[in-house]
């Protein structure tokens, strides 16, 4: 080989060699955590030293807090200042090693480049999409990088779970109202939208100064007049910060108002806010609300109150549901049926649930039987609650509409069930179901109970109070099938038919299918009375859902573990098979 050959041979070598490096690999937060607080403690570059500290809070996830002092060669301590920022505004992306003859770093942006990052200095706050990271050698740079890649990717975040518009709308007028002062003025902040109005939204500032001097300014907008590119979090005058909203083609739809006086129309909009990560969430649920983007599982079912023991599943459907479409083929299935919601079986006694009845000519009643326990817990008497009306298949859901909400009393245990004929006292539809009501079917082939169900959403209150609700009823027919192989967790279990069984000794419920897990507690029924215990009573009826693939060992005695459901609110745990007879 020639010496030129062997030459161009050990630079592309070297070349080679600093391209490849392996990556630095973490197992955990805290070896992440203290990688970098270890590597970045001391640092020299030429003609300086750096200090870093930090502080990974837990109180806020995600939130750290930088601090950075440093000295020049000759020992003169120079400025310090730190960095409040929140992982998850990290662009990962950009973390990039720049280097100049005098100083190493790693160079951190934040994502979208916006001004996320809140820097403390000579005792003034600013903010800065960009900070800095000194480094003592190239490599050090690149293990620090990956550390923090590490953190970016697995720290937990705060996510918003929404469910529905209604869920981002109350989030917003929850989360917005803020007061805070900067340069010697005080600003109050609301927000609220208007429902009756095709969702307008309203925003409110109110800027007090040191001389009690006030300035009250509303903004009037609809979402759908702005640009969702266009959202993003600015650095206003004074150092706040402020969530920027731009309108499309900067057409000016915005109403001001000022004092109580409607002043213009503009074409922007800045809200304050006093915290990146706020003004990161307004912006992701404006974005959310934009494009209808929310999440899948819904808020669990809330059990209504009850005079006697009753049997429901208290994991209604898996996290792996999905969305099945109605049509005019397969409607027939779901109609003339009655569903009650979540019982396993027929109430006894005269106690609180909800039934829905939809009707092959397309009409539907949905009533809540309320014992009335003013005149004792034994009495019959009480009362429905009806909302009747039509319904039609649109979109694959269907889309109810409500013709009017009534009251029927009873005084025989309410075996006689409403029709929708009877007249009853008139009630307020918007206090009851009366608000945007549609049915989506739902397919779960992970289910331990059905694989089926039927989920019912509707908003109602008015004004000054809102709710949404949402609620299961499972579709008889669809349950799953003894023996069947299903998941609870990670682990695969076998389906037994939610048989009724009794407790024959006294144990505790678990967690976990394991007598080192974490022990349940459930309510207990005295007579009419509960009383919370973790130790099940001879006797006690449970419903038997499921039961472990395998054997094992409790004791002396050897049998499976099983899933159950027991108790007034519907505790679901694992009780050892030694201590259960199954019933039919």
């Known amino acids: 080989m020639h010496i030129i050959q062997r030459i161009c041979l050990f630079f592309l070598t070297i070349a080679a060699g600093s391209l490849c490096y392996s990556q630095h690999e973490f197992t955990s937060l805290d070896e992440a955590q203290m990688f ?39 020992g003169k301590a120079q400025p310090a200042y730190s960095v409040d920022f929140f992982l998850e505004h990290i662009d990962p992306d950009k973390i990039l090693q720049v280097s100049t003859t005098k100083e190493l770093k790693l160079e951190i942006h934040a994502k979208r480049d916006q001004k996320l ?62 007061s805070y002062t900067s340069n010697k003025v005080t600003y109050d902040l609301s ?17 007090t100064d040191d001389k009690a001097q006030k300035k009250q300014m509303k903004y009037e907008f609809y979402l759908t007049d702005f640009n969702d590119a266009s959202f993003k979090v600015m650095v206003t005058s004074g150092n706040m910060l402020s969530v920027n909203l731009l309108t499309v083609n900067n057409t000016k739809a915005i109403t001001y108002f000022e004092n109580g006086i409607q002043k213009s129309f ?30 899948k599982e819904e808020i669990k079912v809330t059990k209504v109150d009850e005079t006697t023991k009753r049997y429901w599943s208290s994991q209604d459907y898996s996290s792996s549901h999905s969305i099945g479409s109605f049509s005019s083929a397969n409607l027939k299935n779901y109609t003339d049926k009655t569903y009650k919601l979540n019982l396993l079986y027929e109430p006894s006694l005269n106690i609180q649930y909800t039934s829905m009845n939809l009707k092959s000519d397309k009409t539907y009643l949905i009533y809540t039987n309320i014992p009335d326990l003013s005149k004792g817990i034994e009495s019959s008497a009480g009362w429905y609650e009806v909302n009747e009306g039509s319904y ?38 918007k206090k009851s179901f009366g608000n945007s009501i549609y049915i989506e079917l739902v397919l779960d082939d992970q289910s331990l109970y059905y694989n089926e169900y039927l989920r019912l959403h509707a908003t109602c209150g008015d004004k000054k109070s809102k709710c949404v609700d949402t609620l299961m009823f499972a579709v008889s027919g669809t349950e799953v099938k003894p023996d069947e192989v299903r998941k609870k967790g990670d682990q695969q279990v076998t389906i037994i038919g939610l048989k009724r ?35 099940v009573q001879v006797g006690e009826m449970v419903t038997i859902i499921a039961r472990t693939k395998s054997k094992s060992k409790v004791g002396k005695v050897e049998d499976y573990w099983y899933l159950v459901d027991i108790g007034r609110y519907s505790t679901e745990a694992w009780i050892h098979g030694q201590y259960i007879k199954l019933g039919q």
Not at 132 to 141: G, K, V
Not at 505 to 534: C, F, I, N
């Open 36 to 74: 970098i607080t270890s590597k970045l403690q001391e640092v020299s570059n030429p003609g300086k030293t750096y200090q870093h500290s930090f502080n990974f809070e837990t109180g806020r996830t995600g939130m750290v807090t930088a601090a950075i002092n440093s000295k020049d060669s000759k």
């Open 117 to 178: 990052f809140k820097m403390l200095k000579d005792g003034k706050t600013s903010y800065t999409n960009t900070m800095s990271l000194y480094c003592s050698d190239a490599q050090i740079a690149r293990d620090v990088k990956d550390a923090l890649l590490y953190l970016v990717a697995n720290s937990p975040s705060d996510k918003i779970v929404l469910y529905t518009e209604e869920d981002a709308y109350i989030w917003l007028e929850n989360n917005m109202k803020k």
């Open 191 to 207: 927000f609220s939208v208007d429902r009756s109005s095709k969702n307008k939204m309203i925003y409110n500032l109110t800027a």
């Open 266 to 295: 503009v074409n922007k909009l800045d809200m304050a806010v006093n915290d990146a990560k706020l003004a990161e969430d307004i912006i992701s649920v404006f974005e959310r609300i934009k494009t209808a983007n929310f999440d």
């Open 392 to 429: 039609a298949e649109k979109d694959g859901k269907l889309q109810l509409t409500t013709k009017r909400c009534y009251k029927l009393a009873y005084s025989d245990f309410g075996e006689k069930k409403p029709t929708g004929k009877e007249k009853g006292e008139v009630l307020d539809c």
């Open 501 to 535: 069984g009794t407790v024959t000794g006294e144990t505790k419920l678990r967690a976990t299918p394991s007598t080192k897990a974490a022990v349940k507690t459930y309510e207990l029924e005295m007579g009419y009375d509960t009383e919370t215990t973790e130790t």
